[in-house]
């Protein structure tokens, strides 16, 4: 790096940076180790390829008709805030789900699939994320009208399908960063919790 000096310059000199650092050395400070600020977001999570060869044979042993139904559901808003969770969860979990603030560690969008390719798809994302010990997934379903439905069918079936996966502790709209009112936070129960 070029750095340019002038004459009437008041910037400190190479003196003045080596007794800082000395200074900062003699009072304990350790010099980090990356220089990347830690965003909030959440870092993709490597794939274990044995936990998902367990995850696929574990879904073909389950029964094909699926765990979620795949009758009438309850049609909701293109911009209706989701909301559902179990009753013994703690408000604070909840509350940090509904802001955003815990990180999903994987996701599943469902655009341009049809209806029973996104179910189908759905149960296998939240059998997958179950096996790899996953606590929080996004789940993108989108806000579109179906084209034989006035209201949008994929959002309004995986608010249904959401609320019967035994493995869903709750879930909400994403914050607008994420997918506001088109995508939603799901928390998945802890490995090993019935």
């Not at 940076?17 to 870092?43: C, H, M, Y």
């Not at 044995?50 to 293109?78: C, I, W």
């Amino acid at each position: 790096m070029n750095r340019r000096r002038y004459p009437h310059d008041d910037s400190p000199h190479d003196d003045d940076f080596s007794a800082f650092r000395q200074a900062l050395e003699a009072s304990g400070v350790r010099r980090l180790n990356t220089n990347r600020a830690d965003t909030g977001k959440p870092k993709p999570a490597a794939v274990d390829k044995a936990m998902r060869r367990k995850a696929a044979v574990e879904s073909q042993t389950l029964n094909t008709t699926g765990r979620t139904s795949d009758g009438r559901v309850e049609a909701v808003r293109p911009s209706e805030y989701l909301e559902f969770s179990l009753p013994d969860l703690p408000w604070r979990t909840l509350s940090q789900l509904k802001r955003g603030r815990t990180a999903w560690q994987a996701g599943l969008d469902l655009h341009g699939y049809t209806l029973e390719e996104a179910r189908l798809e759905l149960e296998s994302f939240l059998r997958d994320a179950a096996a790899r010990g996953l606590r929080c997934v996004i789940v993108v379903h989108g806000k579109a009208w179906g084209a034989t439905a006035n209201f949008p069918v994929l959002k309004s079936h995986t608010n249904a399908w959401l609320r019967e996966w035994p493995g869903v502790l709750a879930f909400c709209s994403a914050t607008d960063a994420d997918g506001g009112t088109g995508a939603v936070y799901v928390l998945l129960k802890k490995p090993g919790r019935g």
